[in-house]
């Protein structure tokens, strides 16, 4: 299973009956399926898996963040967290702008004022 169906399975709820370690797995983006139903830092234009996709992302740094040398590192400000997200479909990166809560296409511009 890809990920994309893997993400549909979770969006549409598949009981996935005859694969419960997949199941249980998937169990890990429920969180995500509920935050991208309501969370506008996914990109709204697309489809729910995507979101779902995207929310995992921002999930994932909220869990870094938890680390004690991560949170050490970001209140020294010696350490930044960016999340980007894959797009499969087109093979773009977008990268999430906590400023605009959206993820923005991935460019040299966003590219210098994400990293610089």
């Known amino acids: 299973m890809s990920a994309i169906s893997s993400l549909r399975a979770v969006v549409t709820g598949a009981a996935l009956d005859d694969a ?10 429920r969180p995500a ?3 991208a139903q309501q969370q506008p830092g996914a ?3 697309r489809p729910l898996q995507d979101r779902v996709s995207q929310s ?3 999930l994932q740094l909220e869990h870094l963040s938890t680390y004690p040398a991560v949170r050490q590192g970001l ?3 010696t350490l930044s967290l960016v999340g980007w997200w894959f797009d499969i479909a087109t093979g773009d990166v977008h990268v999430y702008d ?7 296409l991935l460019d040299k511009d966003s590219l210098d004022r994400f990293t610089g």
């Open 20 to 29: 419960p370690n997949l199941k249980k797995w998937l169990d890990h983006a």
């Open 33 to 35: 399926l509920a935050m």
């Open 43 to 45: 990109t709204r234009d």
């Open 56 to 58: 995992n992302v921002l």
């Open 75 to 77: 209140a020294h400000k």
């Open 98 to 104: 906590p400023i605009t809560r959206s993820f923005e």
